[in-house]
């Protein structure tokens, strides 16, 4: 079956702007994470989608931000862009809610902001 | 808060020989302990997890809760481990934390 996909693959935005991001899971999952990935902080945990709502968010400000769709898919919105957000976010589905919670990665899309 | 320390940024070791790369976490219930692997270019992936007991590629891993550890091990190493190691901690009550990962190895195998 198909894995997790997440559109676009880069992006290039400028400072203060926002900027959505789109994950597509693995067929019959649930639940959606998402994480940011730099060299310094490793990976972070931004939130948990399950069945359209959000179950839990990490330590990052208010400016990020996301949503689930009927059909499982979500998106994640940072707006008014800062350097720092510069960064490879991942998102992971899995069946969340069995005994098998395996979170099954996408290949991420890097955001660079500048 | 839940936390999980890998100490070694980057481990080198040649392939034939023993690679342990070293977990230790701190969490106040019963975590579900995983360990995932990035190779070059590719996504992540689970690699495995305590709770299966499993050998996979020759990497074991076993859950020592005295020591709070999770240490991954291979006897012999081979080229193709090379890789990025990531150990995570799960909430093993099904909580909504999402997964708490270490901030990795970089694995090389030298030939």
């Known amino acids: 079956k198909a894995g997790v996909t997440q559109t676009p693959r880069y992006l290039i935005k400028t400072r203060g702007q926002q900027v959505t991001l789109s994950c597509s899971p693995i067929?019959?999952?649930?639940?959606v994470s998402w994480y940011q990935q730099t060299p310094g902080q490793g990976l972070q945990f931004l939130f948990e989608?399950?069945?359209?709502?959000?179950?839990n968010k990490g330590n990052f400000p208010g400016r990020f931000s996301g949503r689930q769709f009927s059909n499982s898919r979500s998106e994640m919105n940072v707006s008014t862009l800062e350097l720092g957000d510069s960064a490879l976010y991942l998102c992971?589905?899995?069946?969340?809610?069995?005994?098998?919670?395996?979170?099954?990665f996408g290949q991420g899309t890097r955001l660079t902001v500048v | 808060a839940q936390r999980v320390t890998q100490p070694e940024k980057l481990l080198s070791v040649f392939k034939g020989a023993p690679v342990e790369l070293k977990c230790n976490y701190s969490?106040?219930?019963?975590?579900?302990l995983f360990w995932y692997v990035q190779y070059s270019r590719q996504r992540l992936q689970l690699l495995l997890r305590?709770?299966s007991r499993e050998s996979i590629k020759g990497f074991t891993a076993d859950l020592n809760k005295g020591e709070t550890s999770f240490h991954l091990k291979k006897p012999f190493a081979q080229e193709e481990d090379s890789a990025m190691y990531y150990c995570?901690?799960?909430?093993?009550?099904?909580?909504?934390?999402?997964?708490?990962f270490g901030k990795g190895t970089h694995l090389i195998i030298q030939p």
């Open positions: 992971a589905s899995s069946s969340r809610g069995t005994a098998n919670t395996e979170a099954f």
């Open positions: 989608y399950f069945s359209e709502t959000q179950r």
């Open positions: 995570a901690l799960d909430d093993s009550g099904g909580g909504a934390d999402g997964l708490t």
């Open positions: 305590h709770i």
């Open positions: 067929s019959g999952h649930r639940s």
């Open positions: 969490y106040s219930g019963s975590p579900e």
